[in-house]
């Protein structure tokens, strides 16, 4: 069952559409622009099948054949089962879950694969030369069902050979933790320790004939050439509708790169691509993220199309504007108040297409390029991928969350009505102005904090945003249609910090991640402080969060904001600790079950991912391109299958 823009929900997985609201108001010049990068976003794919494990492309075909030819009964349970691992496998670009790394059990017998694989025509098959359909349904039924082969993508279990023990397919087989390391290790004498680049990040490691380790690089006429010359042949007609000269020279650097593999090329493109910040469209594509090599040096391939979304960069710019108003009337000591102050304005975005490594799987905020020189010299770009967030936000309210965790029915409408403007804005008056306010006294050391450090900075971000989101000069701004919506915001941040974010830790343990530390922080203080603003209580045996007095509760955010910063600019680190170790680590063992039990009842999925949306080219009857339509009707199983035939470039 499904509901709101959830898809299909199957395993551990939910599978979300998500709009791209900018997209129908763009200029046709630009929509072409999006179209051809999109493009080329999508013939990576089969890259990243390939780099997950050796076998990922002959899989997926066998799997999709038998997928689409089987007939079956539909009640059969093997089936069932069947696909439920297809579309697992699907999702995770190949036959181990996605963020554990671990090969998934299929639910189906070894006979039926076998006795499916055997019914189907040998054309359908992806066999090699001379190899018969029972052998390849052998050799891949290993691959499935044997737990001993391959059962680990990325081990980082330390003491182990990761790359023995790793199934990505970086490294050919039988190459060593050790002699790949000795390997780089000799490769890094050789650059520029200033401008170092990004050894190894765009090849396999192989052993030649004698012995000896070389790079075979992923190029053009090199491995994966057949996907990289299609992608650069979408990059080139893209080309012919960038925006402005420096995005020209993007795509001119990124080509290059391809077509010789060369990572001096690859750098000058990271270089100017950092300095193009006036399109409306923007996008990555290529090998970019290492987590999938246990070495932390091979990208995987990704890629993926942005569009500025005015609405939202206006209002993190409307509050950057005013950064010095916001830092001159906040509640700390004049002391610790920066004299001018600049906010930072993130430019926020709609992804208008996702692929690769972040399809269906997506990051909602990227910070790239990753090289650590290029970021100290030029900078970096950050977004935030607001139409997806928009679109887990949608699913939430689907998830039955509210209706179990929230007190009454006039603050589960006050949420509903207001929860989504409040979230956006809260995130940007942290991002926008929070890190950004405040200063350290003369002579104080930034890490005094140690530890704590992380916990406080979030700390004092959110009150930062708590204490404003309540104030008459958001809704002079215009960034909130009235005075009383902030109290959404109020009792969805306590609520989580105080009850819901324990539903992701584990009963025995206690809060670790600096953000979740901090909202325990921030929401314990305040029942401990000002029960008569905020108090848990219980009714037919649930805790609840009830607020009592919400002007009350702004004048404690306020307060703890004025400590919260005085402990940073002071760095007083007793003070830090103190706050820390008695509000944000500790879980009360009794009230945590329950929150976990009432939260498994639900039964929510705890991974999404994304649908994409479909771009075709409008033509009139003379041929001439005349629109870019967009649409979001396809169904999970037919996208994948599409883009099994359309993009298969390996
Ligand atoms: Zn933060």
């Known amino acids: 069952?499904?509901?709101?823009?959830?898809?299909?929900?199957?395993?551990?997985?939910?599978?979300?559409?998500?709009?791209?609201?900018?997209?129908?108001?763009?200029?046709?010049?630009?929509?072409?622009?999006?179209?051809?990068?999109?493009?080329?976003?999508?013939?990576?794919?089969?890259?990243?099948w390939d780099q997950n494990c050796c076998y990922g492309l002959r899989l997926r075909q066998t799997l999709e054949a038998i997928y689409t030819n089987y007939d079956g009964p539909q009640e059969d349970a093997d089936w069932q089962a069947f696909v439920?691992?297809?579309?697992?496998?699907?999702f995770s670009n190949g036959i181990h879950h996605h963020y554990s790394c671990q090969k998934f059990e299929p639910g189906f017998s070894r006979d039926f694969f076998l006795?499916?694989?055997?019914?189907?025509?040998?054309?359908?098959?992806?066999?090699k030369e001379k190899e018969t359909a029972s052998h390849l349904a052998e050799e891949l039924a290993e691959v499935i069902f044997n737990p001993e082969v391959m059962p680990k993508r990325v081990n980082q279990t330390d003491g182990e050979d990761l790359l023995l023990t790793s199934s990505c397919n970086y490294y050919a087989d039988g190459i060593t933790q050790a002699e790949a390391e000795a390997f780089y290790a000799e490769q890094k004498k050789k650059v520029n320790p200033q401008k170092p680049p990004m050894l190894g990040m765009?090849?396999?490691?192989?052993?030649?004939?004698?012995?000896?380790?070389?790079?075979?690089?992923?190029?053009?006429?090199?491995?994966?050439?057949?996907?990289?010359?299609?992608?650069c042949d979408m990059l080139c007609k893209a080309r012919n509708y960038a925006e402005n000269e420096k995005q020209q020279a993007v795509i001119d650097k990124l080509v290059e790169f391809y077509r010789t593999g060369d990572l001096k090329a690859f750098d000058e493109y990271a270089i100017h691509w950092v300095g193009e910040t006036d399109g409306e469209v923007d996008f990555t594509n290529g090998f970019t993220e290492v987590y999938g090599d246990p070495l932390g040096l091979k990208a995987s391939w990704e890629g993926y199309v942005n569009i500025i979304d005015h609405e939202a960069t206006r209002r993190a710019k409307a509050l950057s504007d005013n950064a010095q108003w916001f830092e001159n009337h906040s509640p700390v000591?004049?002391?610790?108040?920066?004299?001018?102050?600049?906010?930072?304005?993130?430019?926020?975005?709609?992804?208008?297409?996702?692929g690769g490594d972040l399809y269906p799987s997506s990051a909602i905020g990227i910070n790239l390029p990753n090289s650590n020189w290029i970021r100290a010299e030029y900078g970096s770009k950050s977004v935030t991928i607001a139409n997806l967030t928009r679109a887990y936000n949608e699913a939430a309210r689907?998830?039955?969350?509210?209706?179990?965790?929230?007190?009454?029915?006039?603050?589960?409408?006050?949420?509903?009505?207001?929860?989504?403007?409040?979230?956006?804005?809260?995130?940007?008056l942290h991002e926008c102005l929070g890190h950004g306010s405040g200063q350290l006294l003369h002579g104080v050391d930034a890490d005094a904090l140690r530890a704590y450090g992380s916990t406080i900075e979030e700390a004092r971000a959110d009150l930062f945003g708590l204490y404003y989101i309540a104030d008459q000069k958001l809704v002079e701004l215009g960034l909130l249609p009235n005075a009383e919506v902030y109290k959404s915001q109020y009792y969805s941040y306590l609520m989580n910090g105080l009850l819901t974010q324990m539903v992701r830790i584990e009963e025995g343990n206690?809060?670790?991640?600096?953000?979740?530390?901090?909202?325990?922080?921030?929401?314990?203080?305040?029942?401990?402080?000002?029960?008569?603003?905020?108090?848990?209580?219980?009714?037919?045996?649930?805790?609840?969060?009830?607020?009592?007095?919400?002007?009350?509760?702004?004048?404690?955010?306020?307060?703890?904001?004025?400590?919260?910063?005085?402990?940073?600019?002071?760095?007083?680190?007793?003070?830090?600790?103190?706050?820390?170790?008695?509000?944000?680590?500790?879980?009360?063992?009794?009230?945590h079950h329950e929150i976990r039990e009432r939260y498994q009842r639900l039964n929510l999925a705890p991974y999404k991912g994304f649908i994409n949306s479909i771009y075709n080219l409008v033509r009139d009857a003379a041929g001439n391109i005349t629109d870019v339509s967009v649409s979001y009707d396809e169904a999970y199983d037919k996208q994948m299958l599409r883009y099994s035939q359309q993009y298969r470039t390996l």
């Open 1 to 48: 069952m499904t509901k709101g823009n959830c898809v299909e929900r199957f395993a551990d997985l939910q599978l979300l559409r998500y709009e791209v609201p900018g997209f129908a108001l763009l200029p046709l010049r630009q929509k072409l622009l999006v179209y051809y990068l999109a493009e080329a976003a999508l013939l990576g794919r089969d890259i990243l």
């Open 115 to 127: 006795a499916e694989i055997s019914k189907l025509d040998e054309s359908l098959l992806p066999l």
């Open 84 to 90: 439920v691992y297809l579309k697992r496998v699907w």
């Open 398 to 428: 689907g998830s039955g969350m509210r209706e179990e965790f929230v007190i009454d029915d006039d603050t589960r409408q006050l949420l509903d009505r207001y929860g989504d403007v409040c979230d956006d804005l809260h995130t940007d």
């Open 333 to 354: 000591d004049a002391r610790f108040k920066k004299k001018e102050c600049k906010g930072v304005s993130a430019k926020v975005i709609s992804a208008a297409v996702l």
């Open 202 to 231: 765009n090849s396999r490691l192989e052993r030649s004939a004698d012995g000896s380790l070389y790079e075979n690089v992923w190029r053009s006429g090199g491995l994966y050439g057949k996907a990289i010359d299609r992608i």
């Open 510 to 591: 206690q809060i670790e991640e600096a953000h979740m530390r901090n909202r325990a922080l921030i929401g314990r203080w305040t029942l401990a402080n000002y029960p008569e603003a905020v108090q848990i209580v219980e009714e037919h045996g649930k805790h609840y969060v009830r607020i009592n007095d919400y002007p009350m509760l702004r004048k404690a955010f306020g307060e703890l904001l004025a400590e919260v910063q005085r402990i940073k600019s002071e760095g007083d680190f007793d003070a830090a600790r103190q706050l820390v170790e008695q509000y944000g680590i500790k879980l009360d063992a009794k009230l």
